[in-house]
């Protein structure tokens, strides 16, 4: 295994870091307090295929790697977790399930409106009853000739107030069958399809996140994402998927808070010297790097799975699983290191921290990814 990064990859590091830096840096604070959506900073992001990833070129797509796109969310949410969000979210689990399990016809049709950012893409599988348990969904979907007509509600949606294009889980019913779930591909304007308030959350507040209603919404049977395919087997393909994007999210939060933290600890002086020059700080310094490289290494390992077609789902789940727990950890010492200002709004890491926890809970909660690691540990001994 070759440790160092290609000459490619740290042409994408370098690339988004200065984009991420110059459009993304200025404005962090202001549409954190705000929870404004930048568009203005998307639609410079557009051109330069953020949100076309993974999309293959013939679909208007990059086409890049998995470390790649690892390296793209880690950048950009090195500088504002918020809009890293948006990004993994459409790239993973909005974009992804089509591209794998989609009909040509599918593919070519939703796949070139997401790689170009025309239209966001959405996950909508919680529910008021429906988290952790996939299985638990409400939402149902009744055929009528050659359409069906939808009815539910979908809860914390990432994306869901800007969302063009979202993959809903919903039961199909049919006669004398016990319903199973199945997801449609619905988009904005579908009659019935209505976004909720925007949440006040704590964190990741430049991210639109909102319920929505389906009222009667009347879908097409062609836009079942794969025809006959279950929906619990494309949510736990994408939610794979996912967790490499919120892996990588997680540590591009920590790496901010570790650098701002260490540009802090050397400027500012206490007993007429600087932070940088005491045990303590640097016991704390070097805790949080390797804490973060380990991360990283876990993260590339699965993203490596997964480019070779290997089985990769719980590699996935210990990346998220670890460095969403770096995050956490990384920031609550970054704000420590600050001490009263790590607390007050005016720097980064007050930020940081409250943009970490939540990559504990999406995609899989800590809970989630340590039954996905136990399972594949004790199917592999029986």
Known sequence: MDFNPCMKHKIVRKTVREFAEAELGPIAYEIDKDARFPWEVVEKMRPLNFFGLQIPQKYGGAGMDSISYAIVIEEISRVCAAVGLCVTVHNSVGAYPILFFGTEAQKKRYLPPLACGERIGAFCLTESNAGSDAGGVETNAVREGDNYIINGTKIFVTNGGICG????????????????????????????????????????????????????????????????????????????AGRLGIA???????????????????????????????????????????????????????????????????????????????????????????????????????????????????????????????????????
């Open 165 to 240: 294009t979202a993959l809903i889980f919903a039961n199909v019913e049919t006669e004398g069958i016990r319903p199973d779930t199945r997801v449609f591909i619905i988009e904005k304007d579908t009659p019935g399809f209505l976004v909720g308030e925007i949440e006040d959350l704590c964190g990741m507040r430049a991210n639109p996140v909102s319920s929505l209603f389906l009222e009667d919404c009347v879908v097409p049977a062609e836009n079942i994402l794969g025809n006959s395919i279950s929906g619990l087997k494309i949510g736990f393909t994408a939610l794979d």
């Open 248 to 382: 990588a999210q997680a540590l591009g939060i920590a790496q901010g808070a570790f650098d701002a933290a260490v540009k802090y600890s050397k400027e500012r002086q206490q007993f007429k010297k600087p932070l940088s020059s005491f045990q303590t700080i640097q016991n704390y310094l070097a805790d949080m790097a390797t804490e973060i490289d380990a991360g990283r290494l876990l993260l590339y390992r699965a993203c490596s799975l997964k480019d070779e077609n290997k089985p990769f789902s719980a590699e996935a789940a210990m990346a998220k699983l670890y460095c969403s727990r770096v995050a956490t950890t990384v920031t609550n010492q970054a704000v420590q290191i600050h001490g009263g200002y790590g607390y007050s709004k005016e720097y980064d890491v007050e930020r940081f921290f409250r943009d970490a926890k939540v990559t504990e809970i999406y995609e899989g909660t800590s809970e989630v990814q340590r039954m996905v690691i136990s399972r594949s540990i004790l199917t592999k001994l029986t």
